[in-house]
């Protein structure tokens, strides 16, 4: 599937979640809603943020995986690198009551995630010496 249809398909499955935006990113794309990003598009692949052990324990009952990187260059060239997405159920793929179901969640959790991250404190402005 082109990048465009597939975006298409994705944008599609996920109307029920209300506009979603792909940005093109590292040879994939993000799935973004609410200034988010709750998917990974990767391959022809929809992963869904599941950075938690609940959503990981449903999805691993689903037969879904991780998204796992392996970086061909730098210091950690060869490491598998999981980034807290897994693969979309296949059942959701043809249903998207059930998509928007896992999205829910996913989002609920990149909402979270956004949440923590505490906002980085200003640095102290310094006076200016006076010129005698």
Do not use: C
Request: aromatic content about 8%; glycine content about 10%; charged content about 30%.
């Amino acid at each position: 599937m082109a990048d465009d249809s597939f975006h298409a398909f994705v944008k599609e499955l996920f109307a029920g979640m209300g506009p979603v935006q792909i940005k093109r990113m590292f040879g994939g794309a993000g799935g973004y809603t609410d200034g988010l990003m709750f998917l990974l598009l990767a391959d022809d692949t929809i992963h869904i943020k599941a950075n938690d052990d609940a959503i990981k324990a449903d999805l691993i009952a689903e037969g879904s995986g991780p998204f796992v990187w392996i970086p061909q260059n730098g210091p950690r060239k060869g490491e598998q690198i999981d980034l807290g997405y897994w693969r979309l159920p296949d059942a959701a793929l043809d249903d998207p009551d059930e998509a928007v179901k896992w999205a829910r969640r996913a989002l609920a959790l990149a909402k979270a995630k956004a949440a923590a991250k505490k906002p980085k404190a200003k640095a102290p402005r310094r006076k200016a010496k006076k010129k005698r």
